[in-house]
């Protein structure tokens, strides 16, 4: 079974390889990367089959752990744990990452950094492949953030495009508030149990101090509220769109922001030992839910309607999970993994085609891309929770959840969400697929786009029969729909349908919504500034942070910068032999820069300026072989 | 004997004599008295650094002014009052002495407090200290672009590598909550202990030129003034080499590995500097691969954590430091290319001969100080096991002599260079290079003594 530790480790090593060889040669051998996930795949299935048929909750199929460190005499361990919940996780991960490697293929081809794209992906792949099979929260912690990286690396892919670059350091400190409270937990608990392990944190939850469950509990959650976009801290997903699609496809809809579910999953001891964090999970979730939904239905940008839609999505995880459903919050992190990636790389194809991301400017494409529009077409009713298609299994579950849990007042506001779900995927639907096309020359995908596509939309179509089964499988009773909840959320789904329909479907009023924008006036206006979130980071925490480091910086210039002027002014009348007093040598260097600049051409410092980086790069490759040596030698 | 604080006299004399230089324009005879000024104080710092005797932990256990530190602080003031004495005879290339030899008594001053370094964060301002005006020194032309670029190349990667040190001695803080040497407790850290010393390693390999850190140097060394090579190439070596040997003693009984991480980057060292010596024509390149190669025999003797390594190694420094720095300022005389050198031993026998007495102590034949360093060297690996790396060391030496003595044959047969006016006589430059001869010659003899001295310095 040794051959678990191979899963993450094989993308890792092909980022490792990938890494320190030349554009051109990266470039070349691409392939790496989806060679590595495939394996890694293969890996994980065998691993499936070896926890199968599962069962047994909290009950580990294979651990291994290996000592990293001694710190105030408490051993720090790196450490593997395949349970029923990790196999699934590791399937999920790498069929997905599997499918976007494939689809990357032919979505990257023309870029120039693709290779350095793909180095970045396998990375991702494998930090969330060790963050689910990690056996201790420092583990995890330390996955988290590695994946945090990759996700930085890969909004601003870009980064010659200010949109990108803004929005990949907007993503990096927006999590970074979440990973300070996530940090701040950790130190807690370890303060309190003093180990990282699960095993052990978990056993003596029962015993904690009263409150100290409720705190790590807390902080914790703000970590994955972070990491999962919740209200308050969602504003960077949106922005996240400016990244590659296929990398949002893997990373910001699939994999990485269902990581925070994961954690809170995963925590779930600590959670249920406090009680009320559970009930603050559940009304950030149902909050998220609502306020990710609304503003989904006025996006104009295909990919931003679906981020928030993720948002919200997320939300519904959250809820299920403080409702006491963590196997049903599960369930739809799995199948939303699937049907979210779908739409994800359905959304790449038309944006390829249309050559544009607004909706407005889009129409008609159904008649010209047959592939995308029936594998979308899977992917939009799962989303709006239409039986048979996976969205409606694991929703269900959702609300059976609460309709048990008797949390009412969060059932209706759910079902409400659900509503609007439904509402603003007809929305992008007879948007982007009816109606007249407004551009020429509409190409389908390329092969290695569609195929990943339809292997997403069979996943997706099967997937929700398995519901009973998933839950057998990590150890709850299953059961099959309630008649009651699935006759009502159907119901929902389809009157979300409906309007959108009407509002949009209709021929008749097709690009003519200004009417209902003008009556709803005040409501659409929050609504279209995405409810005020993103201003008031703005006018309360950026432009006062702004104005501060402003005259800070003016401060230093006048006075700081002015003593020392000063001084040398006072040197210069000293030292009246020499014309004046300049730091030859520092001034030389600066001149002679500007000099070499002008002198050597374009060709000839890019040349340069790439030697030192190919020589950083030597450097910091030697250091890691180092630390390999000395890692395999510890192990 | 100098007691108490006193003993920080030499410092405090070399960074007084920096200030002077630096405001040599207020001196009658300005520019050239500079470098007579600094050259006099740096030598009068060596004299009171080799009388000042020897002291335990002194500022709150900061820094330890020991045997080691002691004859390191000896090498680096004099061979600064070496290069100061040859720069008042010949000045600095279309630039200004002054300047140069005030940030050469910076990075001295550095280099000596690094020497005595009892302390992570002593270390890493000493260290800095020593380097920072090695940047400019080696950007000195300040409107010659390639010379720039290789100087802009140093600082680039010299600062990474500072980084990697510095993200390693957070590590070693964070284990042992102290940044005391002497109160580093690893014992037991497992692998995060060995992590954070090799980090902190990093970046004394990087300053050392050591493969596979060594990128910077062969760039950096071709597009300076020969002169200030002569100077980056050997002073700070001394200094890097005697913290490293503190920094290993106090950790080295804690944490395992480390033998096999210093005798692998010997190993690369010895092996990729003396192969890629062979094809150089640049004397410069030449001298910077070379200087790869010494690194490698240096680090042999560090590698086994011995009280007799840790002094043979410093020893050695300072014997291939002289050499070195001599054989930089010939080619500041006469031209870096090879073929510059074609005819010397007609043109000026004197300085071709004493060419000789250098790269045969590189090389390390008896009796000259390069021999006797060797020996050392070798011999303190050897009783510590290594066998397969002194066999490599030998091995690499007998392929170094073949780039030593192209130089040689250059300098005896070669054709004489077309167009070169005669140089001007400068009887200062030429006492210092006649210093550095009788040095070579002298540190050899008297090679018994000074380790001695040195051998029981850190038991």
């Given amino acids: 079974m040794a051959y678990v530790a191979l899963i993450p480790l094989l993308p890792a090593i092909a980022f490792a390889v990938l890494t320190p060889l030349s554009r051109e040669m990266r470039n070349r051998v691409r392939w790496l990367g989806l060679v590595s996930v495939g394996g890694a795949l293969a890996l994980s299935l065998a691993a499936f089959a070896a926890v199968w048929p599962g069962g047994q909750e909290g009950e580990a199929t294979y651990r291994a752990s290996v000592p990293i460190a001694q710190v105030g005499g408490v051993d720090l361990n790196l450490g593997i744990l395949l349970d029923p919940i990790a196999a699934i996780m590791l399937l999920v991960i790498t069929v997905v990452g599997m499918c976007v490697q494939v689809y990357s ?378 008649p009651l909840i699935a006759g009502g959320s159907t119901a929902v789904a389809l009157a979300g349908l409906a309007l959108g329909w009407w509002a949009y479907g209709r021929r008749s009023v097709v690009l003519n919504t200004r009417s209902l924008k003008e009556r709803a006036g005040y409501a659409y206006d929050a609504l279209a500034k995405k409810l005020y979130f993103d201003l008031t980071y703005e006018y309360f925490i950026i432009r006062p942070y702004m104005w501060t480091a402003e005259h800070l910086y003016r401060f230093d210039q006048k006075v700081v910068d002015g003593a020392v002027n000063g001084a040398a002014s006072a040197w210069n009348g000293l030292t009246a032999a020499s014309a004046r007093f300049d730091l030859a040598v520092i001034d030389g260097v600066v001149n002679g820069l500007a000099g070499s600049a002008r002198a050597a051409g374009r060709t000839l410092r890019k040349i340069q300026v790439g030697r030192v980086q190919t020589y950083q790069r030597y450097i910091l490759g030697a250091v890691v072989l180092l630390m390999v040596w000395i890692v395999v030698k510890g192990a | 004997m100098l007691s108490g604080y006193w003993i920080f006299a030499p410092e405090v004399l070399i960074v007084a004599g920096a200030f002077i230089a630096l405001f040599g324009d207020l001196l009658p005879g300005r520019d050239r008295t500079a470098a007579y000024v600094g050259a006099a104080v740096a030598a009068l710092a060596a004299v009171l650094a080799a009388a000042g005797g020897t002291a335990g932990p002194m500022v709150f256990g900061q820094v330890e002014p020991d045997e080691i530190a002691r004859f390191a602080r000896t090498g680096i003031a004099a061979l600064t009052a070496l290069w100061a004495l040859w720069v008042a005879g010949r000045g600095m290339p279309d630039e200004r002495r002054r300047d140069a030899v005030a940030l050469a008594m910076f990075a001295a001053g550095g280099g000596m407090l690094l020497t005595m370094a009892e302390d992570l964060i002593v270390m890493y301002i000493a260290l800095e200290l020593s380097t920072m005006p090695a940047y400019v020194l080696m950007g000195y032309r300040r409107r010659d672009v390639p010379g720039l670029e290789g100087a802009l190349k140093y600082f680039l990667l010299a600062m990474l590598t500072s980084i990697i040190m510095l993200y390693g001695m957070s590590f070693l803080y964070g284990i042992s909550g102290s940044t005391s040497f002497a109160e580093l407790a690893l014992e037991g850290s497992g692998m995060l202990g060995v992590l954070g010393v090799m980090l902190t390693l990093v970046g004394l390999f990087a300053k050392m030129s050591a493969a596979p850190f060594h990128y910077w140097a062969p760039d950096a060394y071709a597009g300076a003034p020969a002169v200030s090579v002569a100077f980056v190439s050997t002073v700070p070596k001394i200094a890097g080499i005697a913290v490293m040997a503190r920094l290993l003693h106090a950790v080295a009984g804690d944490v395992g590995g480390l033998v096999t991480i210093m005798a692998v980057v010997a190993a690369a060292s010895m092996l990729l500097g003396n192969l890629a010596a062979l094809p150089q024509s640049d004397l410069r390149r030449l001298m910077a691969y070379s200087g790869v190669a010494h690194t490698g025999y240096l680090f042999m003797a560090l590698a086994p954590d011995t009280s007799a390594g840790y002094g043979a190694a410093v020893f050695y420094t300072v014997a291939y430091a002289v050499p070195s720095m001599a054989i930089m300022l010939v080619a500041a005389e006469e031209g870096s290319d090879l073929t510059d050198l074609g005819k010397l031993a007609s043109r000026r026998p004197l300085a071709a001969w004493s060419m000789v007495v250098w790269l045969v102590s590189l090389i390390g034949i008896p009796p000259l100080a390069g021999f006797f360093g060797k020996l050392y060297l070798f011999g303190s690996a050897l009783s510590a096991g290594l066998v397969w790396l002194v066999v490599l060391g030998v091995l690499t030496s007998v392929v170094s002599a073949g780039y030593y003595f192209r130089v040689v044959r250059e300098m005896f047969f070669g054709d004489e260079p077309a167009g070169i006016a005669a140089l001007e006589p400068a009887p200062t430059a030429s006492l210092a290079l006649a210093i550095a001869a009788i040095a070579t010659v002298a540190i050899g003899v008297g090679a018994s003594p000074l380790l001695a001295a040195l051998g029981v310095a850190l038991g």
């Fill in chain 1, 105 to 482: 293929l032919g979505y990257m081809h023309r870029d120039e950094r693709v290779g350095w794209y793909f180095a970045v992906l396998s990375l991702f792949t494998a930090a969330m492949l060790a963050l689910v099979l990690a056996d201790n929260f420092l583990m995890l912690y330390m996955a988290w953030e590695v994946m945090g990286l990759c996700s930085y690396l890969l909004i601003g892919f870009w980064h010659e495009q200010e949109a990108p670059r803004k929005a990949s350091q907007k993503a990096f400190l927006t999590t970074r508030v979440g990973d300070v409270g996530f940090a701040i937990g950790l130190a807690l608990m370890y303060a309190t149990v003093g180990s990282f392990e699960y095993d052990a944190v978990f056993a003596g939850v029962g015993q904690w101090a009263p409150g100290v469950a409720t705190a790590v509990a807390l902080l914790l959650l703000i970590g994955a509220m972070g990491k999962s976009a919740q209200v308050p801290l969602h504003v960077w997903l949106p922005d996240a769109m400016a990244g590659p699609t296929p990398a949002s496809a893997l990373i910001h809809a699939a994999t990485m922001v269902a990581a925070g579910v994961y954690l809170v999953a995963r925590a779930l001891p600590i959670f249920e030992a406090s009680g009320v964090a559970l009930t603050i999970t559940m009304i950030v979730g149902v909050t998220t839910a609502l306020v990710g939904g609304v503003i989904a239905a006025v996006q104009h940008d295909i990919k931003k309607v679906l981020a928030y839609s993720t948002i919200s999505q997320l939300g519904y995880m959250f809820v299920a999970i403080g409702a006491g459903g963590a196997i049903a919050g599960m369930f739809h992190l799995v199948t939303h993994a699937f049907f979210k990636s779908l739409l994800f790389l359905g959304a790449g194809v038309i944006i390829h085609a249309a050559h544009t991301q607004d909706m407005r400017e889009m129409g008609g494409l159904s008649k010209h891309l047959p592939w995308t529009t029936v594998t979308f077409g899977a992917g939009a009713l799962a989303l709006a929770g239409v039986a048979p298609f996976s969205g409606f299994w694991s929703k269900d579950e959702i609300l059976y959840a609460l309709y048990t849990g008797e949390h009412y007042v969060v059932l209706v506001l759910a079902a409400a969400a659900a509503f609007v779900t439904a509402f603003y995927v007809a929305r992008l639907w007879f948007r982007v697929f009816t109606g007249p096309a407004q551009t020429e020359h509409l190409k389908e995908g390329h092969a290695e786009m569609i195929v990943p596509m339809v292997l997403l939309a069979v996943i997706t179509a099967a997937i929700g029969f398995t519901a009973p089964g998933f839950s057998k499988f990590l150890g709850h009773a299953g059961h099959w729909p309630d």
